[in-house]
């Protein structure tokens, strides 16, 4: 019989984090645990709020589940459907749901989670990590903060863009990514922004223009000498076609995704449809974190970085070398208590 149990966790955020659209200190998780013939699987639902659930969503929609008719090996397409079929909406904690699931079975068969998506270790993109918008001595601690990473990526979206930049330049000449969080509102502007910040070293921009805003995207992109990512705008399986044209790639996160199956299928049709991928994250624990790791072998970019912005991580730090995640032989996630 299948067990589940679940606490509301605030996970505190190191410095308050500021993008285009808002700023917060925190951030509310539902953590879980499936139980089954002695294993625990651990599964995370991160929420940020303007995704639009909470503790309260994730309750209501934990309380209709019923995992009795689960049998193993686990079929996810099944599985998503099934979950679908209780709410639309609420990928947060569906993913968190996914997560524990895919934690459990490969305990269960005593193999490495990432070994059943067929992810090598060895191909593990460096992890950026990120900066909100913030004043130049704020930016430069955070930069020291932030030294075993390779690659910096910053928030823009604001009227002093330029300025941010320089300042992160007079602390560091590491590569740069870039998320405007649809922050910039005119198409040529974005457009000479987008050539100044290539000169500037960065490798990449996500979601320039607003998400509904096709035309303008499409137009940045066309023009574009660095790659233009959507984030905002590609959020389940079936926006990774309607990206195709108006970005050169997609953002996965698999608090957009519903989980770990669903964002395995996303990044295979990205690669079909000759898109880039990066995977990212919300603020995320090591569970959520060590969740997208799994996958990240399979994409061009990673841009994981919650542990390195939360305070109190309720689990161990995954291993960090080389400004890469490190995967183990561990079973399922590889993830640790404290
Ligand atoms: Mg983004």
């Known amino acids: 019989m299948m067990k589940i149990s679940y606490q509301p966790f605030e996970l505190q955020l190191k410095h308050p984090f500021t993008i285009a659209k ?17 294993y625990t699987g651990y599964g995370e639902a991160s929420m940020v709020p303007y995704m639009g659930e909470s503790i309260e969503t994730a309750s209501q929609f934990l309380a209709k ?16 459907t099934y979950l679908d079929s209780i709410a639309p909406g609420n990928p947060n904690i569906k993913a968190g749901i996914d997560i524990a699931l895919h934690d459990l079975e490969g305990k269960i068969e005593n193999k490495p989670c990432y070994r059943s998506f067929g992810s090598d270790p060895a191909n593990m993109p460096a992890t950026s990590y990120t900066l909100g918008i913030d004043t130049a001595e704020v930016l430069i601690r955070k930069i020291k903060e932030g030294k075993g990473c390779h690659i910096i990526k910053v ?3 604001r009227d002093n863009d330029q300025e941010l930049i320089n300042t992160i330049r007079s602390a560091t000449d590491k590569p740069l990514y870039v998320d405007a969080n649809q922050g910039w509102a005119d198409k040529q502007q974005g ?13 990449l921009i996500e979601q320039p223009m607003a998400k509904d805003d096709i035309d303008s995207n499409a137009w940045i992109t066309e023009r574009s000498p660095i790659p ?4 905002e ?3 389940r399986y079936s926006d990774v076609e309607k990206a195709l044209g ?18 395995y299928r996303m990044i295979m049709k990205a690669k079909e449809l000759g898109l880039k991928t990066l995977i990212g994250c919300m603020s995320e624990t090591s569970c959520g974190t060590l969740a997208a790791a799994a996958l990240a072998p399979l994409c061009d970019w990673a841009d994981l970085d919650g542990p390195f912005l939360t305070s109190n991580n309720p689990f161990l730090d995954p291993p960090f070398v080389n400004g890469r995640w490190v995967l183990t032989e561990d079973a399922g996630l590889g993830l640790k208590n404290k």
């Open 22 to 38: 808002f700023s917060r200190s925190s951030t509310p998780v539902m953590l879980l645990q499936i139980e089954y013939e002695g």
């Open 65 to 80: 589940l019923d995992l009795s008719w689960l049998k193993m090996p686990f079929n996810f397409d099944e599985i998503i």
């Open 155 to 157: 928030k823009l979206g």
């Open 191 to 203: 457009l000479d922004m987008v050539f100044w910040l290539h000169e500037q070293g960065v490798v």
């Open 228 to 231: 233009i990512i959507g984030d």
């Open 233 to 235: 705008s590609v959020q």
């Open 246 to 263: 108006v970005y050169h790639g997609i953002n996965m996160k698999l608090m957009k995704s519903a989980g770990m199956h669903e964002g």
